[in-house]
């Protein structure tokens, strides 16, 4: 039940939980948790997560190109040095308990408790659902005097660990869905350069955004 009101609980919570952290955090971070919520909430339709999108995307916008969620800059307490303490058994068991949605449990934790909590549980599958393909070059070509076609590349495929850590691996043509690369037949024309994103909201629904230079 709580799956299908998830989307309505992320919108109305974004906002309480934006005015719940002090002023003078706000600055720091609000971009993030606003991200953080809107994202699994499946970018419902209001100004604060139309924003929050907007520079989600303009991070992976280059240069430089940047994590478009930095879940260390909202107030839960995930630190790339810091180590975390599970508390997402005690979450998940206290949503089944209470009738409470496991999103009201999760935001209990941010505004009581720093959300020191370790995110690897299913709830947070949506941030490690987020993937920046940085297609540096590609190109597919008749090369030579004898027409052989020739595939060149230079692609990063940007990942984020079990705990929000974000980090860069090369990858390959093969490995990448059609939206980042079209096609991959020989040809003149058939050459590619730019950056995506792509991610799962709360529910699953795939999204992505493709942006070329």
């Given at each position: 039940?709580?799956?299908?009101?998830?989307?309505?609980?992320?919108?109305?919570?974004?906002?309480?939980?934006?005015?719940?952290?002090?002023?003078?955090?706000?600055?720091?971070?609000?971009?993030?948790?606003?991200?953080?919520?809107?994202?699994?909430?499946?970018?419902?339709?209001?100004?604060?997560?139309?924003?929050?999108?907007?520079v989600?995307?303009?991070?992976?916008?280059?240069?430089?190109?940047?994590?478009?969620?930095?879940?260390?800059?909202?107030?839960?307490?995930?630190?790339?040095?810091?180590?975390?303490?599970?508390?997402?058994?005690?979450?998940?068991e206290?949503?089944?308990?209470t009738?409470?949605?496991?999103?009201?449990?999760?935001?209990?934790?941010?505004?009581?408790?720093g959300?020191?909590?370790?995110?690897?549980?299913?709830?947070?599958?949506?941030?490690?659902?987020?993937?920046?393909?940085d297609?540096?070059?590609?190109?597919?070509?008749?090369?030579?005097?004898?027409?052989?076609?020739?595939?060149?590349?230079?692609?990063?495929?940007?990942?984020?660990?079990?705990?929000?850590?974000?980090?860069?691996?090369?990858?390959?043509?093969?490995?990448a869905?059609?939206?980042?690369?079209?096609?991959?037949?020989?040809?003149?024309?058939?050459?590619?350069?730019?950056?995506?994103?792509?991610?799962?909201?709360?529910?699953?629904?795939?999204?992505?955004?493709?942006?070329?230079?």
């Amino acid at each position: 039940m709580w799956c299908r009101s998830i989307r309505n609980w992320f919108f109305g919570v974004a906002m309480s939980l934006l005015s719940s952290v002090a002023p003078q955090a706000v600055k720091a971070y609000q971009v993030d948790c606003a991200i953080l919520l809107c994202l699994a909430g499946g970018w419902p339709a209001s100004a604060e997560c139309a924003h929050a999108r907007a520079v989600f995307i303009r991070r992976i916008t280059p240069w430089p190109i940047e994590p478009p969620l930095q879940i260390w800059r909202c107030p839960m307490g995930v630190s790339e040095r810091a180590p975390l303490q599970s508390k997402a058994p005690k979450i998940w068991e206290a949503s089944n308990q209470t009738g409470q949605t496991l999103g009201q449990v999760i935001l209990a934790q941010v505004v009581e408790d720093g959300a020191d909590i370790d995110i690897s549980g299913l709830e947070f599958d949506f941030v490690r659902s987020i993937r920046v393909w940085d297609v540096r070059h590609y190109s597919h070509r008749e090369r030579g005097r004898d027409d052989d076609c020739s595939e060149n590349y230079n692609m990063l495929l940007g990942t984020y660990g079990t705990q929000g850590d974000f980090g860069w691996q090369r990858t390959t043509p093969a490995a990448a869905p059609q939206w980042v690369l079209p096609s991959r037949r020989c040809s003149s024309s058939n050459w590619r350069r730019g950056v995506g994103v792509e991610w799962e909201d709360h529910e699953g629904s795939h999204g992505y955004e493709w942006v070329a230079y």
